[in-house]
């Protein structure tokens, strides 16, 4: 059964930029704030009220602009969105329509394949535009209606929409991490989708594959995770596929998510609801972006995670899958860093990152600058490996400690005498033993069945309580075999 | 190019509901001043740039500092309907 | 003569030199106010309490204890502002209009909120919720609008000044029809911040006066840049006072040919002749100039201005202030609060603009709108490149009747006919008294300058206040 259709996906993100006061008032931003106190006369929309343009808004639209690869317009203005909502104090938003801040971008994210390789696609990036945004409603728990709460009416938002050149749920998914990536490395945003600092929209149709024409778009809304907009999207697919199959038409719609049903359920939505007669905003001017400026602000971005990859591939000889996940968060490509630092091998450091340190942040659901064990303290338990202190096993079982009570592995390992067991001649000894009272075993390995032997170890491992370095232990073994001079070790 | 105007639509985008003698009346009125405005189109503009801002004013911008302004309380106190610190609305059904 | 017939410029003089008649001033323009307001209707809300409040603040500046009135789409903080509407009853907001802090700032009171076209909305001072404003000069009349209140509280002395707004000719063309002086300044030179919006682009806040002197006092103080309002210049404000020289010899004086032309009543166009020939005797030089595209102006006006109005009157919409109706739902909220809110004229006016606005007619009419005012703004930049000022007629008749253009918009709409092209081309122009009708009501003329002269204006309507006199001239009440 092959499926005939492929999927089109375009993304739009939006997200809310960290500035310390709104886009267009001197209101603070900060999340947290009692109800409707972070207010005034222009994001409350009152009459007689103007805005006035933040510079810092403007600023951070034109670097996220070029961290995508965009170009900046120098000729820069706002326009009216008008609709009413009781969230849009003014019955209107003040957006960009025509002359957006930045355009023509694009978006590297990695795709695996089906034979997981990873390659590199790139996705366009229509634009980038400045807007503000609307307040909160609260419908929870609210008799008869809803709560409305304007404090975040004014901070500001950059909406970032992609061609549609996704082609999978799996691709949206990394376009988000790989953008997210950006804007942390950036950062002008929490990047936060459970708070709402960062949002997500998707457009999805399918098509018959070859076809270049587009099918039928159904907008997609409130998917409130990274992995809610893929199974969202996957969900979605798969009814517009199912629909088509059986001789449907797909309508041009928009469909909310159901995170506990796993479904997506349509909007009915009015005809011309969404005639938002755009025009220039009078009470704003327009504004030129010289061509120095651009400069200034190209030459002010930190380093970003696709130079950063590359760096990590050179400079630490780490493969570009492995420098791809470490960069992919930020404060993970940093906590490593930091770690490499002190002196450890970056290989190790990298591997022991990716499995028993995230393990243990996922674990727990805390942020990576929020983990109990520090660079500083991490390298000390990798330098006890690299030096052959302990094994690799042993400190597999320092580590929760570590996390857990804060000790430091040195002390752990000197508390519980957990010192690797590196004495040969005593190794040695215990080797004859074990293989003098296991004559069964050392038949099978002579007869063809060389894994035994990590039974062997195992029993050396057991005399040692743990603490011998099971490689020096293998070839003691192998080495006292060979010497018993019948079959092969 | 003499406008036939659809008021309900219309209507319906700056949420005025019109009685039926108003839509009437309504329509005619729309009517006939945008037959007076189609004068506009004796005029040949390919060429002239429109004017949205008198002013030769650009690059207006405030600094980047927050400074709270009390208002809210006094604004909630005289809206149509709170509820401790909030604006209440009644029910959104579809459509709204 | 009474206190209260003293000229912003004679009430400063004296308070200057006895602060402590304040209270008699204040008495004087409130018993005024009493005895002739009920006939007039010039004042949505007047409070004596909060003037009593006021008297005792120490004031010092350059209105130290003069009392302005201030036309009611302005804000004034913790008191009502209602634009004549209904859908803004209760409306209270918590802060002042720049321009308000500025007065308040130069020591000026507060005295009372005039009465205006719904949203400013209107030629006649009949769309207010409330009811029109009589001319002072014959009750049975219009007193012009939107800023009719302002200018007939003026005119009738219950004001010493005030303050009006002008989108396409709402403080000129009340202050033609009640005989006072009415500067609409250049766009950008008296910050909105604070002014209900209705053209953004148009929308203007100036003085309503009883002499041109008082009128550049006023200048003084409101003029000048503001922070919180971008489309406002940062052009150094002059010493308004300075430019009354009374002189006007060497002054070049267009006449656009396209003013004098059928429409234009006979009495106005005579009037403002003479006015020519005064200028002429001062030692002006008169001279025709073209202004080709003033005949769309009209046009432009209603396509630009009310798609801006139609989108500052979407936040009227019953959630946060204001009237609202209370409903079932969210839906039938806004439809009813805004049904019944509204009036007509601020009805029609919404519709229409979110018909230019709309999918598929942008480009025909907004779009074509903006293109066409370019076409105005030039003709005056050409006709400034040959004259220094331009003179017309502010309204193209006397006064009419209330109730007489009520039911004919369109013929409401081209009583602007003089006035709106200033707006579009952001220029300032006066209108100040010229002449009388055969039956006793106000002519005025319009002075234009470019744009941030006032001064020029200021110098040509002094001399001719100085000369014809007409402000000497009151009506009886």
């Known amino acids: ?489 | 190019m003499p406008q036939k105007i659809n008021i309900n639509q219309i209507a319906e985008l700056a949420r005025l509901s019109l009685k039926p003698n108003e839509q009437a009346k309504l329509s005619k009125d729309l009517e006939e001043i945008l037959a007076y405005v189609d004068q506009l189109q004796e005029l040949k503009t390919d060429n002239v740039q429109p004017t949205s801002h008198v002013l030769p004013i650009e690059n207006v911008f405030r600094k980047d500092s927050s400074q709270p302004s009390d208002i809210g309380d006094a604004v909630l106190k005289h809206a149509p309907k709170s509820e401790g610190k909030f604006f209440k609305v009644p029910k959104i059904i579809e459509g709204a | 003569m009474e206190l209260y017939q003293l000229t912003l410029k004679q009430a400063q003089e004296l308070l200057a030199k006895n602060p402590g008649r304040k209270s008699e001033l204040i008495t004087a323009l409130s018993n005024r106010l009493k005895n002739v307001d009920p006939k007039i209707k010039a004042y949505i809300n007047f409070d004596s309490k909060r003037i009593e409040s006021q008297k005792n603040e120490k004031a010092k500046g350059l209105l130290a204890g003069v009392p302005i009135s201030i036309k009611d789409n302005i804000v004034t903080q913790d008191w009502e502002t209602t634009c004549a509407s209904k859908i803004l009853k209760g409306f209270i907001p918590p802060y002042d209009a720049t321009v308000v802090r500025k007065l308040r700032e130069a020591g000026a009171l507060i005295f009372g909120k005039c009465n205006m076209d719904e949203f400013a909305f209107g030629s006649s001072c009949e769309t207010s919720c409330f009811g029109p404003t009589h001319n002072p000069w014959n009750l049975d009349y219009v007193p012009g609008g939107s800023s009719g209140g302002s200018a007939a509280a003026v005119a009738s002395d219950i004001a010493i000044a005030a303050l009006g707004s002008d989108t396409g000719g709402s403080i000129r063309q009340p202050a033609s029809f009640c005989g006072v002086v009415g500067l609409k300044p250049t766009y950008g030179r008296v910050s909105r911040y604070g002014l209900v919006a209705f053209g953004s682009s148009l929308d203007q806040i100036g003085p309503i006066t009883k002499t041109v002197e008082d009128s550049a006092m006023m200048m003084n103080v409101l003029a000048g840049h503001d922070e919180r309002d971008s489309t406002s210049a940062n052009v150094p404000v002059p010493d308004y006072t300075t430019f009354l020289s009374k002189d006007v010899k060497g002054l070049k004086i267009g006449l656009p040919k396209e003013y004098f032309v059928k429409g234009l009543d006979p009495e106005v166009e005579k009037a403002v002749r003479q006015a020519v020939k005064v200028f002429q005797d001062l030692g002006a030089t008169c001279i025709e100039v073209n202004f080709p595209h003033m005949k769309y102006a009209v046009a432009v006006y209603y396509i630009v201005a009310v798609a801006e109005a139609s989108s500052n009157l979407g936040r009227f919409d019953g959630v946060e202030y204001g009237f609202r109706h209370e409903s079932a739902n969210l839906r039938d909220m806004y439809f009813e609060t805004r049904d019944q809110g509204f009036g007509a004229e601020a009805k029609r006016r919404i519709l229409l603009g979110t018909f230019v606005l709309s999918a598929g007619y942008y480009d025909a009419y907004y779009l074509k709108g903006l293109k066409v005012r370019t076409l105005i703004k030039q003709d005056f930049d050409q006709a400034f490149q040959k004259v220094d000022l331009i003179l017309g007629p502010t309204a193209p008749t006397p006064p009419f009747k209330i109730g007489e253009k009520m039911n004919d918009p369109l013929s409401m709409y081209l009583s602007d006919i003089y006035t709106i092209s200033a707006n579009l081309a952001g220029v300032p122009a006066m209108s100040l008294p010229c002449g009388f009708s055969a039956n006793g009501l106000p002519i005025g003329m319009q002075l234009t300058a470019k744009p941030f002269d006032e001064g020029t204006i200021f110098r040509a309507a002094s001399a001719y206040e100085a000369t014809a006199k007409w402000h000497e001239k009151h009506p009886k009440l």
């Not at chain 1, 708070?195 to 099918?215: H, M, P, Q, W, Y």
């Not at chain 1, 907008?219 to 979605?236: C, G, P, T």
């Not at chain 1, 990298?350 to 990576?368: M, R």
């Open chain 1, 1 to 489: 059964m092959t499926n005939q259709y492929e999927p089109v996906i375009g993304l739009e993100v939006h997200v809310q930029l960290k500035t310390e006061s709104k886009i267009f008032c001197s209101c603070p931003t900060q999340f947290g704030a009692e109800p409707n106190q972070n207010t005034c006369p222009v994001c409350l929309g009152l009459p007689g009220s103007l805005p006035v343009l933040n510079e810092r808004v403007l600023e951070l639209g034109i670097k996220v602009g070029l961290a995508l690869g965009c170009q900046i317009s120098s000729k820069i203005k706002f326009d009216r969105k008008n609709y009413f909502y009781p969230d849009l104090p003014k019955a209107y938003q003040i957006s960009q329509y025509d002359m957006p801040v930045a355009s023509k971008g694009s978006l590297a994210v990695e795709v695996k394949q089906d034979n997981n390789e990873f390659i590199q696609k790139k996705i366009g990036i229509t634009r980038a535009h400045l807007e503000e945004d609307a307040g909160k409603l609260l419908h929870e728990g609210v008799r008869d209606g809803s709560w409305v709460d304007y404090n975040r009416a004014g901070v500001p938002l950059l909406e970032i929409v992609s061609e549609p050149d996704l082609r999978s749920p799996e691709e949206a998914f990394q376009y988000l991490v790989s953008l997210k990536a950006i804007l942390q490395y950036l950062d002008v945003s929490d990047c936060n989708m459970e708070e709402g600092s960062l949002r997500c929209d998707a457009n999805v149709s399918i098509r018959k594959k070859g076809e270049t024409k587009f099918g039928t778009k159904v907008e997609i809304k409130n998917m409130n995770s990274f992995r809610a907009v893929q199974k969202a999207l996957a969900y979605e697919i798969k009814r517009q596929t199912e629909a088509v199959e059986n001789g449907e038409k797909i309508s041009q719609e928009t469909r909310l998510w159901n995170e506990s049903k796993g479904q997506t359920f349509s909007m009915r939505s009015k005809e011309y609801a969404h005639d938002y007669r755009y025009f220039p905003e009078p009470d704003l001017v327009p504004f030129t972006v010289s061509t120095a400026r651009i400069e200034e602000l190209r030459k002010s971005l930190p380093e970003l995670p696709k130079a950063r990859i590359e760096r990590f591939h050179k400079e630490y000889g780490l493969s570009e899958y492995d420098a791809y996940v470490l960069v992919s968060d930020k404060e993970l490509g940093d906590y490593f860093e930091s770690t490499v630092c002190e002196k450890v091998s970056p290989k190790l450091a990298s591997n022991w990152i990716q499995s028993e340190f995230l393990a243990l942040v996922n674990k727990d659901g805390i942020e990576i600058k929020e983990a109990p064990i520090k660079p500083k303290a991490f390298a000390g338990l990798l330098k006890l490996i690299e030096d052959n202190t302990v094994s690799g096993k042993i400190a597999k079982d320092i580590f929760p400690q570590m996390w857990a009570t804060g000790a430091s592995a040195e002390s752990i390992v000197k508390e519980q005498g957990l010192v690797q067991v590196t004495d040969t001649k005593l190794l040695e000894e215990i080797a004859d033993r074990v293989i003098k009272s296991n004559q069964k075993t050392v038949d099978e390995i002579r007869s063809g069945k060389p894994q035994a032997i990590g039974f062997l170890v195992g029993q050396v491992m057991k005399e040692t309580k743990g603490k011998a370095n099971p490689k020096l232990i293998n070839e003691i073994l192998e080495r006292k075999l060979a010497s018993l001079g019948h079959g092969k070790a």
